[in-house]
């Protein structure tokens, strides 16, 4: 009880009184030379396949007093391997973690600052290494490479990746679709090493001590001994040292002849972590640890079930229980995880045996580990092979976006609820248990629609407007970027998920230049893995003479995923209750050269709000978009009477020739946002385009300073929000 209000003084007093996350932004790219204690290495492998050494200095030193103070850990990448505890001194450049920019996107900084690392030294050089190192971490690291080395020799690149990840924490070798294929389909656990590994491997050994009749206090000593080493061996992240904590605990005591408690030692566990890093909280890596064994030890006596029923049982505890951290962490859920999991857990114990008997007679026998390579392969492909076929199934996934705070909080409470009366009364029937989980279930997922939104996502140099009528459908205008690197994984999916956008009824695409439609490719390609479907995509009907490669090749890949394809021109309109979408550019069969002046354009509006998206539209184009434009928009002196709010998304990212001032002056929007991406060498908006929106009164919104920019209408209320202020 005692270590529970720790965790909950913990949780309160980080909503109250957060924990501050230091800003390094005004040193990026400086050059630094620091010097620390080497307490961490790693080797990476990035997207060209080179292999990095990797670092982690603590007890950082600078001549800048200011990141000394505030500086906890740096990572390194260098270019030498230095031993294990040694004082090194480094020079490279200061590199920041990169913070969220949209709503669901990946917060870098957040995430780091939970490993309590600071910032990154990149192309560094080892200008100093002591003499005097660790030498017990440092052999230990030695065998770790040796080991490595060993399932490279034996196993397929994959399959060695895989099982050093999952058997030594070694990650460099995983390959990054294999990791997405465990995640989509629920059982990325198994590369983790967690309670499942030190139960195995910790017990085995206390087991077969045990049997040779050693007493149990040097069995239980030994045993906790060696997977000590092993802890050090795998890196010991939060999900390892939860899992010695806890063995410890058990052969303590079995030592003492005392009981032993699971959730006393899972809360002093989760207690002593957090007490050496208070952010841990935020670590989803954390959460799913602590919350999944919280679940077999505290909900699973509700349920009596037959011993055949017993895995499917746990696996309902550990879902009900992680269901609100992966509403938090990924806003979606893989059914297909309670089917796998029943096949893939009960192999789980036999593949890390195998595996251990491999390493073992890889360095004693070497002949004798092919015999244990071919069962581990064979698992390998059992277990991606049964991914594939969740990949195939259109229900194994479902996106079901953010639950609100509220809603989190009234689950967590029932789930208390729930556990309080079976503990007390002991009466509870199966009935009253299946109606409070079935009444937590709904306030957790429950999704409440009726507010129209709108929201220009951060893109980097770039365009993505996302619209969302009362009625839960959702639009898509533009979706593309020249500055990030994989723009629809990164920026797109993760925020049309965190809304539980799972279906796009339509994609504009103002023309086909790449910061317009790279991003909407990905979608198209990648979409259906992501539990995200494209119904139809609209290109500008253009003449054949205007349709360049790139719109071509964008008509091909929608056929080739079964999206249609609409072709739009002035005048053509979608209505849906109170939203309608009018495009007011090109005119049918328009053949301009450049293809800016034929872009997309259209006036979304509602009840009380227009919008007016410009795509990149230039030169004569935008003139034609105005002769259009002015049949539905309200003169300056009429926007009063009109009770309606003019928007405009300025067009060609606020560039020096766009956005006339006579066209601002007869129709001066309330608000203006200009998409560009932050520190663009285009100069992306441009100075004279921002003068002539002020000179007008126009409250200026820009993503490369606010990052998503978001604007919700409800009741006739209308709010803008800024996601980085």
């Known amino acids: 009880m005692i270590c529970l209000l720790i965790l909950v003084f913990f949780f309160l007093y980080q909503q109250i009184f957060p924990f501050p996350f230091p800003d390094y932004s005004g040193y990026a790219g400086d050059k630094l030379v620091l010097t620390g204690k080497v307490v961490q290495k790693a080797y990476q492998t990035d997207n060209s396949g080179c292999v990095s050494c990797v670092i982690t200095l603590d007890r950082v030193a600078t001549e800048d007093k200011t990141i000394s103070e505030s500086a906890k850990k740096v990572r390194v990448f260098t270019d030498r391997e230095p031993a294990y505890g ?7 450049k200061l590199r920041t973690f990169e913070e969220a920019r949209n709503p669901g996107g990946f917060d870098g900084v957040r995430y780091y600052a939970t490993q309590g690392l600071s910032f990154d030294l990149v192309c560094a050089v080892l200008l100093k290494e002591s003499v005097s190192h660790d030498r017990l971490r440092e052999s230990i690291w030695q065998l770790r490479c040796k080991l490595n080395e060993i399932l490279t020799d034996f196993l397929s690149e994959e399959d060695a990746g895989i099982i050093a990840t999952m058997l030594l924490g070694e990650k460099s070798g995983l390959d990054s679709s294999t990791k997405e294929l465990f995640k989509r389909n629920g059982v990325v656990h198994i590369l983790t090493v967690s309670g499942l590994h030190i139960s195995i491997l910790g017990m085995g050994l206390y087991q077969l001590l045990r049997k040779l009749r050693l007493p149990i206090t040097p069995s239980a000593m030994f045993a906790m001994f060696v997977m000590l080493l092993y802890g050090i061996l795998v890196g010991m992240t939060a999900s390892s040292f939860r899992a010695m904590f806890m063995f410890a605990m058990h052969l303590l005591a079995r030592v003492l002849g005392r009981t032993y408690d699971l959730l006393t030692a899972l809360a002093l566990a989760a207690v002593l972590l957090l007490f050496k890093e208070p952010l841990f909280f935020y670590h989803s890596g954390y959460l799913f640890s602590f919350a999944s064994v919280f679940a077999i030890g505290a909900l699973l006596p509700l349920f009596s079930a037959k011993k055949w029923l017993q895995p499917l049982t746990s696996c309902l505890c550990i879902y009900l229980v992680t269901l609100p951290i992966h509403l938090g962490s990924y806003y979606e859920y893989p059914y297909i995880s309670f089917l796998l999991n029943l096949l893939v857990i009960p192999l789980m114990s036999v593949l890390l045996e195998l595996s251990v008997c491999l390493l073992v007679s890889g360095v004693c026998i070497p002949v004798v580990g092919r015999l244990f390579a071919w069962p581990v392969s064979w698992i390998l492909k059992l277990y991606r092979g049964l991914c594939h076929i969740g990949d195939s199934l259109s229900w194994q996934n479902e996106v079901l976006g953010h639950s609100q705070h509220w809603q989190i909080i009234v689950y967590v409470l029932i789930l208390a609820l729930l556990l309080v009366w079976w503990n007390r009364c002991r009466e509870m029937t199966e ?27 951060d893109v980097g140099q770039g365009d993505c407007i996302y619209v969302r009528s009362e009625g839960n459908r959702s639009y898509l205008f533009d979706g593309g970027s020249t500055t990030v690197s994989q723009v629809g994984k990164y920026r797109m999916i993760p925020y049309l998920k ?34 995200i ?94 002769q259009e434009a002015v049949r539905y928009l309200p003169k300056n002196e009429e926007q009063a009477e009109a009770d309606c709010i003019l928007i405009w998304k300025i067009a060609h990212h606020g560039s020096k020739y766009s956005t006339p001032l006579k066209h601002l002056q007869d129709y001066p929007p309330s608000f203006a946002v200009i998409s560009a991406g932050a520190g663009n060498t285009y100069g992306h908006p441009h100075s004279e385009t921002l003068n002539r929106l002020q000179e007008v009164g126009t409250v200026v919104y820009r993503t490369d300073r606010s990052g998503a920019v978001e604007i919700t209408v409800d009741k006739g209320s209308l709010l803008i929000s800024e996601y980085l202020k």
């Not at 989980?437 to 939104?453: E, M, V």
């Not at 799972?502 to 893995?529: K, P, T």
């Not at 964008?554 to 495009?583: D, N």
């Open 431 to 457: 009935l009253g248990r299946n109606l409070l989980l079935a009444c937590g279930l709904l306030f957790l997922t429950a999704r409440f629609g009726g507010t129209f939104r709108i929201t220009f996502l």
């Open 86 to 92: 040694s004082i090194v001194q480094v020079r490279g």
């Open 498 to 531: 965190y809304l539980g956008a799972d279906e796009i009824e339509c994609v504009f695409l103002s023309h086909l230049d790449e910061d317009h439609i790279c991003g909407v490719v990905e979608l198209m390609e990648n979409g259906r893995e992501n539990g």
């Open 533 to 626: 479907r494209i119904h139809a995509i609209a290109l500008p009907d253009i003449a054949d003479t205007a349709k360049d490669e790139a719109y071509r090749e964008l008509e091909a890949c929608a056929e080739r995923y079964g999206i249609a394809l609409h072709y739009f021109h002035a005048g053509m309109t979608i209505s849906e209750g109170e939203l309608q979408i009018r495009c007011i550019h090109p005119h049918e069969g328009a053949a301009a050269n450049d293809p800016n002046e034929n872009s997309l354009c259209f006036l979304v509006s509602n009840r009380s709000v227009q919008l007016l998206l410009t795509g990149d539209v230039t030169g004569q184009g935008e003139e034609q978009m105005w």
